[in-house]
């Protein structure tokens, strides 16, 4: 069983930056590759960006890409989404999930989720 809990969400203004992580509980979190996604009110939940269990690969939505790095760090069991230059259409509750070996950009591939962080960025 592997456990997710996000932080890191909150309120800032368009063009901030904002740190999310993904602590994972378990001794096996380097055999899992982990995925980020997000949920805006009244939309379905979106592929953000993935890590592949290995660190070799990672993949992002157009949408991000030039402005979100993910990374993930075995010794700490956690993934981490950076996020720069935020706008107001990056608004949502993301959360991060797990699943075994490689990334996917399908949120249903992945086998566990997180509670979600809420991220806000004000125009």
């Known amino acids: 069983q592997v456990q997710l809990v996000e932080s890191g969400g909150g309120l800032v203004q368009a063009g901030d930056s904002l740190r999310l992580s993904c602590a994972s509980s378990?001794?096996?979190?380097?055999?899992?590759?982990m995925g980020w996604f997000r949920q805006a009110p009244g939309k379905e939940r979106e592929f953000v960006g993935a890590i592949s269990a290995s660190n070799h690969y990672r993949y992002y939505a157009d949408s991000v890409k030039g402005r979100f790095t993910i990374s993930r760090d075995n010794a700490e069991n956690t993934v981490y989404l950076q996020m720069n230059t935020l706008k107001p259409d990056d608004t949502a509750v993301y959360y991060c999930?797990?699943?075994?070996?490689?990334?996917?950009?399908?949120?249903?591939?992945?086998?566990?989720w997180g509670q979600g962080t809420q991220v806000t960025v004000s125009s």
């Open positions: 999930a797990a699943k075994l070996i490689a990334a996917s950009k399908v949120a249903n591939d992945y086998n566990y």
């Open positions: 378990g001794r096996t979190f380097s055999s899992y590759a």
